[in-house]
């Protein structure tokens, strides 16, 4: 069966050696942009095999879907599905790259393995599409789909940046520099320190991101990262009311002396070398006690950075604009700080709402894992 609008010429028979071999619905948008490529990939190259299944017109194709994805240990199976080169490819989207996916899937020999694409519908007839890779915020939903990766990375990176941990070191730092009254060296002193963080939680993020290429796609992983994501989002509510106590992801109060005496040092350093060796030492010591604090974005994040099926340059370029706009609000708070001198410090009552946004956003990631393959 073939839809309206696709090249007759595209078969529907079984045949296994076809080039590609898609399974398909109607009513389903994802489908319809499908056979558009699939239609456009055939008059650039006339001898490829192509074939389209309608799954719902023909049970014999559904079952055979189902075949290919129990055999690869898929037991929700959406639509649209691609076999290529033994591959089997979930969904489809061009913004998140699935053409290209399936082009090196045509000239690269692979073992079987299932790629994972945003885009796809579930199986149950005509139904309306829901789009992979998705959060619900304040009744707002941040889409692949709608926004594109870049500017989903944009807005996930700044959402990460409202953290309370590391937004109370940084405004505690400019807040003792500034009793100094010297532009130039708080500058160069929290603008170091901001740097350095920034390059630490980069290392740190393509640290989560080289995990998941090592571990593969696998709906264990994602269970395990959304299990911790609901955690840490429960904790950080809860710290919404009932603010320091019991377990809290926040600066251990036992790390808080440290923090206070290194700064001290670097208040009283005979020269600026020294200081920003010692806003350097503190950036990176800051990062390893706000670990807990601070990983479950970047966790989050590179699992479902990792679901694109990238290249090399694309996946660090992607954390590199995560990070840009992870440290966009510490450069904003650098330069009010800098301009007004301010000592202002960050207070309990703020602390409380970003620990409110942090929560609701990790917890809203981490049940739409848990429940979109469920």
Same mark, same amino acid.
């Given at each position: 069966?073939?839809?309206?609008?696709?090249?007759?010429?595209?078969?529907?028979?079984?045949?296994?050696?076809?080039?590609?071999?898609?399974?398909?619905?109607?009513?389903?948008?994802?489908?319809?942009?499908?056979?558009?490529?699939?239609?456009?990939?055939?008059? $650039?190259?006339?001898?490829? =095999?192509?074939?389209?299944?309608?799954?719902?017109?023909?049970?014999?194709?559904?079952?055979?879907?189902?075949?290919?994805?129990?055999?690869?240990?898929?037991?929700? !199976?959406?639509?649209?599905?691609?076999?290529?080169?033994?591959?089997?490819? #979930?969904?489809?989207?061009?913004?998140?790259?699935?053409?290209?996916?399936?082009?090196?899937?045509?000239?690269?020999?692979?073992?079987?393995?299932?790629?994972? *694409?945003?885009?796809?519908?579930?199986?149950?007839?005509?139904?309306?599409? $829901?789009?992979?890779?998705?959060?619900?915020? #304040?009744?707002?939903?941040?889409?692949?789909?709608?926004?594109?990766?870049?500017?989903?990375?944009?807005?996930?990176?700044? &959402?990460?940046?409202?953290?309370?941990?590391?937004?109370?070191?940084? @405004?505690?730092?400019?807040?003792?520099?500034?009793?100094?009254?010297?532009?130039?060296?708080?500058?160069?002193?929290?603008?170091?320190?901001?740097?350095?963080?920034?390059? !630490?939680?980069?290392?740190? @993020?393509?640290?989560?991101?080289? +995990?998941? &290429?090592?571990?593969?796609?696998?709906?264990? *992983?994602?269970?395990?990262?959304?299990?911790?994501?609901?955690?840490?989002?429960?904790?950080?509510?809860?710290?919404?009311?009932? #603010?320091?106590?019991?377990? =809290?992801?926040?600066?251990?109060?036992?790390?808080?002396?440290?923090?206070?005496?290194?700064?001290?040092?670097?208040?009283?350093?005979?020269?600026?070398?020294?200081?920003?060796?010692?806003?350097?030492?503190?950036?990176?010591?800051?990062?390893?006690?706000?670990?807990?604090?601070?990983?479950?974005?970047?966790? +989050?994040?590179?699992?479902?950075?990792?679901?694109?099926?990238?290249?090399?340059?694309?996946?660090?370029?992607?954390?590199?604009?995560?990070?840009?706009?992870? @440290?966009?609000?510490?450069?904003?708070? +650098?330069?009010?700080?800098?301009?007004?001198?301010?000592?202002?410090?960050?207070? $309990?009552?703020?602390?409380?709402?970003?620990?409110?946004?942090?929560?609701?956003?990790?917890?809203?990631?981490? !049940?739409?894992?848990?429940?979109? *393959?469920?």
């Amino acid at each position: 069966m073939t839809f309206a609008g696709t090249i007759p010429s595209l078969p529907t028979r079984t045949d296994e050696s076809a080039d590609i071999e898609a399974f398909v619905q109607q009513g389903c948008p994802h489908c319809a942009e499908a056979e558009a490529f699939l239609q456009a990939i055939k008059q $650039e190259h006339p001898t490829l =095999s192509i074939i389209i299944h309608d799954i719902i017109q023909d049970p014999a194709a559904l079952e055979r879907l189902q075949l290919l994805a129990k055999n690869q240990g898929i037991k929700a !199976v959406r639509a649209p599905v691609f076999q290529v080169g033994g591959q089997l490819i #979930f969904g489809y989207s061009k913004e998140a790259g699935t053409d290209q996916l399936i082009r090196n899937a045509l000239t690269q020999v692979h073992t079987p393995k299932i790629q994972d *694409s945003s885009g796809s519908c579930e199986i149950k007839g005509a139904l309306p599409c $829901e789009a992979a890779q998705d959060i619900v915020f #304040f009744g707002h939903r941040l889409s692949l789909d709608e926004l594109g990766l870049p500017l989903f990375t944009l807005a996930i990176g700044l &959402l990460d940046g409202f953290n309370p941990c590391s937004m109370w070191v940084l @405004m505690l730092m400019i807040s003792l520099l500034a009793s100094m009254q010297d532009r130039i060296r708080m500058f160069a002193i929290a603008g170091t320190f901001v740097a350095v963080e920034g390059l !630490v939680y980069f290392i740190f @993020m393509a640290a989560w991101l080289n +995990l998941f &290429l090592l571990i593969g796609l696998s709906r264990f *992983s994602e269970i395990a990262i959304a299990a911790i994501a609901l955690l840490a989002g429960l904790i950080n509510l809860k710290d919404f009311w009932l #603010f320091g106590r019991g377990v =809290s992801l926040s600066i251990p109060d036992a790390a808080k002396p440290d923090i206070y005496a290194r700064i001290r040092q670097i208040l009283q350093a005979q020269n600026l070398a020294g200081a920003l060796i010692g806003a350097v030492l503190l950036a990176i010591l800051v990062q390893i006690v706000e670990f807990m604090c601070t990983s479950g974005f970047p966790a +989050l994040y590179t699992r479902i950075l990792t679901l694109k099926q990238l290249d090399s340059i694309s996946y660090y370029g992607y954390l590199l604009l995560y990070n840009l706009a992870y @440290m966009f609000d510490d450069i904003i708070i +650098l330069a009010i700080g800098i301009i007004t001198l301010s000592q202002r410090r960050l207070q $309990e009552k703020e602390g409380r709402r970003l620990k409110l946004i942090s929560g609701l956003v990790m917890v809203g990631i981490a !049940v739409y894992l848990l429940l979109k *393959s469920a």
